[in-house]
């Protein structure tokens, strides 16, 4: 079965340091998700990758997809209060349809 | 447009009971899918639901059920409740009809079930 794997686990940053967060596959990705959540509430969408190679940005935080679609990163600019939380990855897993697997999650904190 | 509504937030039950959540999807959107967050096991896919049907199910016990009703709005019910099914439960609705979730999934805010 397909994994994904974050890293790394919890990230400490002074406010207005760059950082990045990676999730790596077993597999192949076909559809991979970035989502932030607030501690015991819901996912907000992020991003959303699918081809080899791409790349979105979105305020400061930018997403790239590898060419082999495996592993994916989403890089924070100049990281604000607003920017904590846990970020998680998700992906569509191969042969199984209409759901998400996901990774365990990275917790961002920012230091003012 | 309004988002997705879980009801309710918050929720104590002892052992045993059963219980009933509910999620009302954006609307427009038909498939609503539901996941299980727990703290060991993180986030877990429950089972998906798109005009009614169930699409897919996840690696849980028969006591987790759910529904959907022909205006998209799904329930899901656990029975017998055990300590372990004390987690935080998501729903996500998006407008995916085809294969694969090609799309985003809008999250509710969720329902923190505690079983004492």
């Known amino acids: 079965s397909q994994e994904l794997e974050q890293s790394p686990q919890s990230l400490i940053v002074q406010e207005g340091k760059n950082l990045t967060i990676n999730c790596t596959s077993s597999k192949t990705l076909y559809g991979l998700y970035w989502y932030k959540q607030k501690y015991g509430e819901g996912l907000i969408f992020l991003m959303m990758l699918q081809k080899g190679g791409e790349e979105k940005s979105h305020e400061k935080i930018t997403a790239k997809l590898d060419e082999k679609k495996q592993q994916s990163s989403l890089h924070i600019t100049a990281s604000q209060p607003s920017h904590a939380g846990i970020y998680l990855c998700?992906?569509?897993?191969?042969?199984?349809?209409?759901?998400?697997?996901w990774g365990a999650g990275t917790k961002l904190i920012i230091k003012p | 447009k309004a988002g997705v509504t879980q009801t309710p937030r918050y929720l104590i039950k002892t052992r045993g009971q059963q219980v009933t959540l509910s999620c009302s999807p954006i609307?427009?959107?038909?498939?609503v899918s539901w996941y299980q967050q727990t703290p060991g096991q993180g986030l877990q896919f429950l089972f998906e639901?798109?005009?009614?049907?169930?699409?897919n199910k996840g690696n849980f016990p028969g006591r987790f059920s759910g529904r959907q009703f022909s205006n998209s709005r799904s329930e899901m019910n656990v029975s017998t409740l055990e300590l372990g099914d004390s987690a935080l439960y998501l729903c996500?609705?998006?407008?995916?009809?085809?294969?694969?979730?090609?799309?985003?999934?809008?999250f509710g805010q969720g329902t923190r079930l505690t079983v004492v």
């Open positions: 609307s427009g959107h038909r498939s």
């Open positions: 996500a609705s998006s407008s995916n009809s085809g294969t694969r979730v090609n799309t985003e999934a809008f």
């Open positions: 639901y798109f005009s009614e049907t169930q699409r």
């Open positions: 998700g992906a569509t897993p191969p042969g199984s349809n209409y759901q998400l697997i």
